[in-house]
């Protein structure tokens, strides 16, 4: 599995635990890795379950919101102090109710980012009620890809693609 050498605490049980999550998700473990690789990566360059964004309060391998985390049943600080096993129970919880329609990596990181934005075509921009395209653009600059302070779905998939590590590129062409 890509990114395995990452994992530094309850190894076994964590990898066991993401295979049994991804073959209920019906998706390949690896994918789940590439998303921790890119959301929760610490200081040593490891794949860390502490990992915290000070800016907007997000936490967790999927870099959960503390309002996603609500609407789970958690909170940010909950999802700090759990075990790395622990944790993808929520990790799971978040993807579930997607499954069967997420059919790449690509599909898997939209959800994780916006999930609003999964399946839509790639004029689709990305913006809610509460939060304006440009809000949100202007937080993510890059996959603001053209740089007018909206982005689209598009652009979405094509940074994801952008941002999966070319080790991880080529894991995937193998299996």
Do not use: C
């Not at 915290?52 to 700090?80: C, D, E, H, K, W």
């Not at 929520?90 to 980012?113: A, E």
């Amino acid at each position: 599995m890509v990114y395995d050498n990452l994992i530094t605490q309850n190894k076994a049980a964590f990898l066991a635990k993401l295979t049994e999550i991804a073959a209920k998700l019906k998706i390949q473990p690896s994918w789940l890795m590439i998303v921790f690789k890119i959301e929760a990566t610490d200081q040593s360059g490891n794949i860390s379950h502490q990992a915290l964004n000070p800016v907007s309060g997000a936490a967790g391998y999927i870099q959960f919101m503390p309002a996603t985390a609500r609407g789970l049943g958690t909170t940010t600080a909950a999802l700090l102090n759990m075990t790395n096993v622990q944790q993808l129970d929520y990790v799971y919880k978040y993807f579930q109710p997607y499954t069967g329609r997420i059919n790449s990596i690509q599909d898997l990181y939209t959800i994780t980012f916006f999930p609003r934005a999964l399946g839509k075509p790639d004029n689709y921009v990305l913006q809610t009620d509460t939060l304006s395209a440009s809000l949100i653009a202007g937080q993510n600059r890059p996959y603001d890809l053209n740089r007018d302070n909206a982005i689209t779905a598009g652009e979405l998939r094509a940074s994801i693609t952008k941002r999966i590590p070319s080790e991880a590129l080529e894991y995937l062409k193998k299996k």
